[in-house]
């Protein structure tokens, strides 16, 4: 009968793997994960020195948030040791995890039958040194699903890039992650056809001290291929955007109706927060997106005046809903939403349907959570809806304010106005529902 196994403590897998060495034909399934104890590298020793013809998962992923820096520099040592995978060895292995080993280049050989990669820090020996030699060993996985590749592109020992015009395509591939200095991704996914995949995750790791503010904007654009490439087309297909603004790592989320792409900025040291620089970021890799829906998280007040929105919302006219849940005024960014776009050059003459109309001419809903209520924000609104209709843009189907005030003394008073103003804003969509809490 098979085995499945799945240690949860090292110290289990180092008494239990010496007793299973005799039935170690049996064993189907192996798994030992968080291995972050000094146990480790005898764990892996004992592990790889097993033959195990009828195991088709193998998982020893070290956990890198106990004790091991996420950052891109090549460990000396790598806690796990050598791995020498063969098909010899694993005739039937179909799923890899490993995190912290040192590949042989005979592993390339069991690699043609993997359904699942994950590669965490591990590097390669011999020949196995370039992009170009990571390239032809993906090549020969005609069935990968899955491919997980983190600070395995910054630990190739050759950084010469592959040569411009190789590009592998692996037909089957469902979902990828990298994580790794953004050049190098990007690099990477110059060289990867991937038209059909269904999970996209890039993580761009900044490890180097870049002063208490990272450049999130270029950071952002140099992780992946220019969205105009014949690389990603997702992108042309995207239909819709979250900026996830928060203090530690900035990210954004686009869909398409059978694609999800995630980017994400880590610093190991500095906060990230930036939500200009997210909202610039959404608005260059997405700009021949066809978005209709945009959802934005984050510290409101980081955006002054109404030009960052006002340039954001301007190449999105086919936005129809639009979210917006965090802290800070939105009064800039409702004033910008009665402006009309700011073109410049050969954008200038595009985009005939909106002409001098306001941004965002198909918009339908509205809907703010947490943001904050502050005076003349319901006139700014009134005064908004007044201009699109003046304009002949079909009124708003729905607009859901939800509020939040910083002072106990003024929610009587955001009450008061809002209540006042109700009726008129009302009149100018389809359903306004608003409410306003306290978070003093």
Known sequence: MPLELVFTRTAYANVALPILV????RIRSLTVPDMNTPQFAQTALTVLELDLPAAVELDMLYDHSSGL?????????????HAKITSERYPSLRIIRLSNFILHSASASIYPQLERLDLRFCSFDGHLTSLNNLLDVLAGCPNLVELQLHFVLSMLVDGSPAPETRTIAPSKLQKLVLRDVPT????FLSHVSIPTITTLRVTGAINHPAGPLVDVYNTFISMVPLP??????????????????????????????????????????YQCSDLPACLAALRTLCAQSPLTTLDIH??????KGTLPWLELFG???SLETLYVTGKGSILSMVCALGLTPVRTGADA???????????C???????????????????????????????????????????????????????????????????HVGRFDWGIDGSY
């Open 22 to 25: 005799a039935e170690s034909l």
């Open 228 to 269: 105009n490439s014949r690389h990603l087309p997702i992108f042309s297909s995207l239909t819709k955007g979250t900026i996830q603004n928060w203090q530690e790592s900035p990210r954004l989320q686009m869909r398409s109706p059978t694609t999800k792409l995630t980017l994400k900025v880590l610093h190991d040291t």
């Open 184 to 187: 190098l991704t990007r690099r």
């Open 69 to 81: 820096n996420y950052s891109a520099s090549r460990p000396e040592s790598p806690p796990g040791g």
């Open 361 to 427: 001419p198909r918009l339908r809903m509205l809907d703010t959570t947490y943001v904050y209520w502050e005076r003349g924000l319901a006139e700014t609104i009134i005064g908004v809806l007044r201009l699109r209709s003046s304009y002949g843009l079909p009124q708003l189907e729905k607009l859901d304010m939800g509020l939040t005030c910083t002072d106990e003394g003024e929610v009587d008073e955001g009450d008061k106005t809002m209540e006042r103003y109700a009726a008129e804003i009302s009149s």
């Open 298 to 303: 984050g510290e409101f007040d980081e955006v």
């Open 349 to 359: 003459d595009t985009d005939a349907e909106s002409d001098d109309k306001p941004v």
């Open 315 to 317: 190449v999105f006219s």
